[in-house]
C-alpha cells in the first residue's frame, strides 16, 4: 500500500456519522493526496454533505480529493478502505422494533443491538451489508470494510463466516465507559487509560490505569462507586459490584443483552430528540452552504477511530487502536472462536491485528457467552431468510420471556420488514 488511499464512503448522505468522518479524515496530514469518494442513494442528502466536506476540506488545506456518485459499483473500483454506515429506514422501523416488542409484554431498553429489535435489525440489514460487500468481492477485493452500521456484532460474524473480504467495525462505546469511570473518580476522560475486550457495546474494562505512571485506577473506582449518585448508571454499576468490573458502554447498551436490562430503564431510544437534532444539524449545514463560518466544534476530531485506522495502515505506524470488532478466532480464547468480539487492535502496513488479552474472568465470560449463542443464531437467520431460525434466535434471547410473545411479535416484524429479508448465502 501506498503512503496515499482511495476512501469510499457508503452512506456519507448520513448527516452526524457523515460529518464525523469530514472532521477526522480531512483534517489528518496522515491522509494527504488520498482521495474520498462519497456515495449514497439519496441524491439530495448526498450533494449536501459534499457540499459541506469542499467546505472542510478547504479549511483544512485542501489536501483530499473529494469525489462523489450515487452509484456504488463505480466508486469502488481501486478502493483501498470501503467505510459503510448504511440503514433501511432507520427511526421508524427502529421504534416499530421497540414497540411491538413491548405491546407484547417484552421488557426491553433500546431494541437495536439485542433483543426482537436487534434480530430484525440483522434480519434487514445484513442483506444490505452483504450486496455491498460481494460489490467489493468483485471490484476491490483487498480492500478493508469498516462497518459503522448496527447491529456491529452480528455484522462483522457474518462478514467473517460467509465473506473473504477483511473486515472489522469500529464503535466509540468504549470512550463512554471510560467517561463514566472518570465521572465517578472526579477526573478528565484523558486521565484514564483504558483496556477492555468483549462484545460491543458488552466489553469487560480489564484494565483502567493513569496513562503516566501505570497506576491502577480500579482500588479508587471500587472506594468511589458505592458513596456516587445512586441515579447513575444503576445497572452498570450493580454488575459491577457483583463481578468486579465495569461493563461497556452505558444502561441501555448493555441492558439490550441481559433479562434484567429494563432495571436501567425501558424508555427506548428517544427519537423525537434524534428528529429535533438532525433537524438543528441540517441548520447549521445550510448555514455554512450559504457561507456562514463552521461552528469551532466542527473544526476539532470527533472521537471515532477510523482515520487513525487508516493512518496506521498508510504510514506502517503500528498504531493501537483502543476498540475494534474483528470475527474473534482466539482473540478471546474462552469465548467461542466463531463469534464477533470487541478488542484493541494494532494497525499497520500488513494489516488489521488483533491484540489478545487472554481470556476474560471466567464468571463474565459466561455471561457473555449467553450472547454469544443468540447473536450465532440470528445471524443465520438473518442469511438463510429463515422465520424458523429467527423464532429460535428469539426462544434462547435473555430479553424474551414468553412464547406466546415470541410468536406474536415474530409475525408482525416479519410482515414490516418483509420487502427487505432475503437469504445472503
Keep these: 500500500m501506498t503512503n496515499t488511499a482511495k476512501i469510499v464512503f457508503i452512506g456519507a448522505g448520513s448527516q452526524w456519522f457523515g460529518l464525523s468522518m469530514f472532521r477526522d479524515?480531512?483534517?489528518?496530514?496522515?491522509?494527504?493526496?488520498?482521495?474520498?469518494?462519497?456515495?449514497?442513494?439519496?441524491?439530495?442528502?448526498?450533494?449536501?454533505?459534499?457540499?459541506?466536506?469542499?467546505?472542510?476540506?478547504?479549511?483544512?488545506?485542501?489536501?483530499?480529493?473529494?469525489?462523489?456518485?450515487?452509484?456504488?459499483?463505480?466508486?469502488?473500483?481501486?478502493?483501498?478502505?470501503?467505510?459503510?454506515?448504511?440503514?433501511?429506514?432507520?427511526?421508524?422501523?427502529?421504534?416499530?422494533?421497540?414497540?411491538?416488542?413491548?405491546?407484547?409484554?417484552?421488557?426491553?431498553?433500546?431494541?437495536?443491538?439485542?433483543?426482537?429489535?436487534?434480530?430484525?435489525?440483522?434480519?434487514?440489514?445484513?442483506?444490505?451489508?452483504?450486496d455491498i460487500v460481494r460489490d467489493v468481492e468483485a471490484i476491490c477485493p483487498k480492500a478493508l470494510f469498516i462497518n459503522f452500521s448496527n447491529p456491529e456484532s452480528r455484522i462483522v460474524l457474518a462478514l467473517g463466516k460467509y465473506s473473504p473480504v477483511r473486515a472489522i467495525g469500529q464503535c466509540h462505546g468504549i470512550l463512554m465507559a471510560r467517561e463514566d469511570m472518570a465521572h465517578i473518580l472526579g477526573?478528565?476522560?484523558?486521565?484514564?487509560?483504558?483496556?477492555?475486550?468483549?462484545?460491543?457495546?458488552?466489553?469487560?474494562?480489564?484494565?483502567?490505569?493513569?496513562?503516566?505512571?501505570g497506576a491502577d485506577f480500579y482500588p479508587a473506582l471500587r472506594e468511589a462507586e458505592p458513596g456516587f449518585d445512586p441515579a447513575f448508571r444503576p445497572l452498570t454499576r450493580r454488575l459491577f459490584?457483583?463481578?468486579?468490573?465495569?461493563?461497556?458502554?452505558?444502561?441501555?447498551?448493555?441492558?439490550?443483552?441481559?433479562?434484567?436490562?429494563?432495571?436501567?430503564?425501558?424508555?427506548?431510544?428517544?427519537?423525537?430528540?434524534?428528529?429535533?437534532?438532525?433537524?438543528?444539524?441540517?441548520?447549521?449545514?445550510?448555514?455554512?452552504?450559504?457561507?456562514?463560518?463552521?461552528?469551532?466544534?466542527?473544526?476539532?476530531?470527533?472521537?471515532?477511530?477510523?482515520?487513525?485506522?487508516?493512518?496506521?495502515?498508510?504510514?506502517?505506524?503500528?498504531?493501537?487502536?483502543?476498540?475494534?470488532?474483528?470475527?474473534?478466532?482466539?482473540a478471546i480464547p474462552n469465548l467461542p472462536a466463531d463469534l464477533a468480539v470487541e478488542v484493541p487492535v494494532v494497525a499497520d502496513a500488513a494489516g488489521i491485528h488483533p491484540v489478545s488479552m487472554g481470556p476474560l474472568p471466567d464468571p463474565i465470560a459466561k455471561?457473555?457467552?449467553?450472547?454469544?449463542?443468540?447473536?450465532?443464531?440470528?445471524?443465520?437467520?438473518?442469511?438463510?431468510?429463515?422465520?424458523?431460525?429467527a423464532l429460535q434466535a428469539l426462544l434462547i434471547d435473555p430479553v424474551v420471556n414468553s412464547t406466546t410473545a415470541a410468536v406474536a411479535l415474530l409475525d408482525e416484524l416479519w410482515e414490516v420488514n418483509k420487502g427487505y429479508i432475503r437469504g445472503c448465502v
Design 25 to 130: 479524515i480531512l483534517s489528518a496530514d496522515e491522509m494527504r493526496g488520498s482521495t474520498l469518494t462519497l456515495v449514497d442513494t439519496n441524491p439530495a442528502a448526498l450533494e449536501r454533505m459534499v457540499g459541506l466536506a469542499h467546505r472542510l476540506n478547504a479549511h483544512h488545506g485542501g489536501h483530499v480529493r473529494i469525489e462523489h456518485t450515487t452509484e456504488r459499483r463505480a466508486a469502488l473500483d481501486g478502493a483501498d478502505f470501503v467505510l459503510s454506515s448504511v440503514a433501511i429506514d432507520r427511526n421508524r422501523l427502529w421504534r416499530l422494533d421497540f414497540e411491538i416488542p413491548k405491546k407484547h409484554g417484552i421488557r426491553h431498553t433500546l431494541g437495536e443491538n439485542g433483543g426482537p429489535g436487534g434480530l430484525f435489525f440483522t434480519m434487514r440489514t445484513l442483506p444490505l451489508v452483504f
Design 187 to 213: 477526573r478528565k476522560p484523558e486521565e484514564l487509560d483504558v483496556w477492555a475486550a468483549g462484545l460491543n457495546h458488552f466489553q469487560c474494562v480489564t484494565d483502567v490505569r493513569d496513562p503516566v505512571t
Design 241 to 330: 459490584q457483583a463481578f468486579g468490573r465495569w461493563l461497556t458502554c452505558s444502561d441501555d447498551h448493555m441492558g439490550e443483552y441481559v433479562a434484567y436490562g429494563y432495571e436501567g430503564g425501558e424508555h427506548g431510544y428517544d427519537y423525537d430528540w434524534d428528529e429535533r437534532n438532525r433537524a438543528e444539524l441540517q441548520g447549521h449545514i445550510d448555514s455554512i452552504l450559504a457561507g456562514g463560518p463552521f461552528p469551532d466544534w466542527m473544526l476539532t476530531p470527533s472521537g471515532e477511530s477510523a482515520a487513525a485506522l487508516m493512518g496506521g495502515m498508510l504510514h506502517n505506524r503500528r498504531r493501537v487502536i483502543p476498540s475494534a470488532i474483528v470475527y474473534n478466532q482466539g
Design 367 to 389: 455471561l457473555m457467552s449467553m450472547q454469544a449463542n443468540v447473536q450465532q443464531l440470528a445471524v443465520e437467520a438473518a442469511v438463510h431468510a429463515s422465520k424458523e431460525l
